[in-house]
């Protein structure tokens, strides 16, 4: 169920749908130290000029009125690869002041160093991605040799208190759909949530084909057959949760092709160069730094969410004749 409406909230975010959108996810560089090959081109990728990024002061204007006036609840900061960005943790401070749920979207690579200066500026929860065990092919598939690190990383935010850390798996048929147990075990020993996401037309070049999308139906049939799963009740977050029947935590998945979960989306994205998105699907983007930075006042940033979010769409069409491609692939967009 989407969230209710917040009779505190001034200019609450309800599309035509009757969706409450409460949760914004901010890409705060477009730049990735990995080449995951589901995701970027090894090659070619265009970055975003410096000066076309938002500043942490221009984030925190948009962050801030998206709190106060418009009940975004929840931010998790995202890229791209969010560690890249120069001195995130004076970010993640700005932001910690709003009152609401700060999370992170990590590749993990350099949690193990920045873990505990971004717990300590106020980080609550962290979400790693770790799509393989076997360093080789982990090499293969994010075309850097740091499999180590990553899982380093995964105990430093433990250990900073980060909680929960959850372990996002893209599985992909022929690459990793052979780990899926593995994944899963892994998690269970390390206390960590794993959440497997079926992958989505969003790679950098032509690379996704339905076929290869490992649906949530065939992960819970292999998870299942070592370690017995129930469903838990859903919430309004994408992935849907189960329970091990032996007590040891739980798993979920995120089934974006199989199992859309629109009519419950409450999420709104802010590109690392300021562009406000209803999905991340949408084949438009709503610019709110060119207002930002010719003076608009609150009140006109305003009126330029509100259309972002009536304009939304009921869902976003995979697998269906009528879907096309958006322009900017998952890393530029904000993953
Ligand atoms: N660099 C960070 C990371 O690795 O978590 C944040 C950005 S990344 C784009 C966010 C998430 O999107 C990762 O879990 C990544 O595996 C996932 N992802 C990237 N491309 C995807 C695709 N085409 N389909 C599904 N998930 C994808």
Request: proline share 4%.
């Amino acid at each position: 169920m989407s969230a209710l409406l917040d009779a505190e909230v001034a200019r609450p975010l309800v599309d035509s749908f009757g969706r409450v959108h409460t949760d914004l996810r901010i890409s705060v560089t477009d730049r990735c130290n990995f080449r995951c090959t589901y995701c970027m081109p090894e090659e070619g990728m265009q970055w975003l000029p410096r000066e076309e990024v938002l500043s942490f002061e221009e984030l925190e204007r948009i962050a801030g009125l998206l709190v106060r006036q418009h009940g975004i609840r929840s931010i998790r900061l995202t890229g791209g690869e969010p560690t890249v960005r120069a001195h995130l943790p004076v970010l993640v401070r700005k932001l910690a002041s709003l009152p609401v749920d700060l999370a992170l979207t990590t590749n993990g690579a350099t949690l193990h160093s920045v873990a505990p200066g971004l717990a300590e500026a106020g980080l609550r929860r962290v979400n790693v991605s770790l799509d393989t065990l076997q360093p080789d092919r982990f090499t293969e598939l994010t075309r850097r040799d740091q499999l180590a690190d990553v899982l380093l990383g995964i105990d430093a935010a433990l250990e900073a208190g980060l909680s929960p850390v959850k372990v996002n798996v893209v599985v992909v048929r022929g690459v990793n759909d052979d780990e899926v147990v593995e994944l899963a075990r892994y998690g269970r020993s390390r206390g960590v949530t794993v959440r497997f996401i079926e992958w989505m037309p969003l790679d950098g070049g032509d690379a996704w084909t339905g076929d290869q999308v490992v649906t949530q139906a065939e992960i819970l049939q292999r998870i299942a057959a070592v370690f017995p799963l129930e469903p838990i009740a859903r919430g309004s977050e994408p992935a849907e949760r189960f329970r091990y029947l032996d007590g040891r935590g739980e798993v979920g998945v995120i089934a974006s092709v199989t199992r859309p979960f629109c009519e419950q989306c409450d999420r709104i994205r802010l590109t690392a160069d300021g562009q406000l998105r209803s999905c991340l699907f949408s084949l438009e983007d709503h610019d709110l730094r060119g207002r930002l930075r010719s003076g608009a006042t609150d009140h006109e940033l305003s009126d330029a969410i509100e259309a972002c979010v009536g304009a939304k769409w009921a869902g976003h069409a995979i697998g269906q004749v009528q879907f096309v491609k958006p322009r900017r692939s998952m890393s530029q967009i904000g993953g």
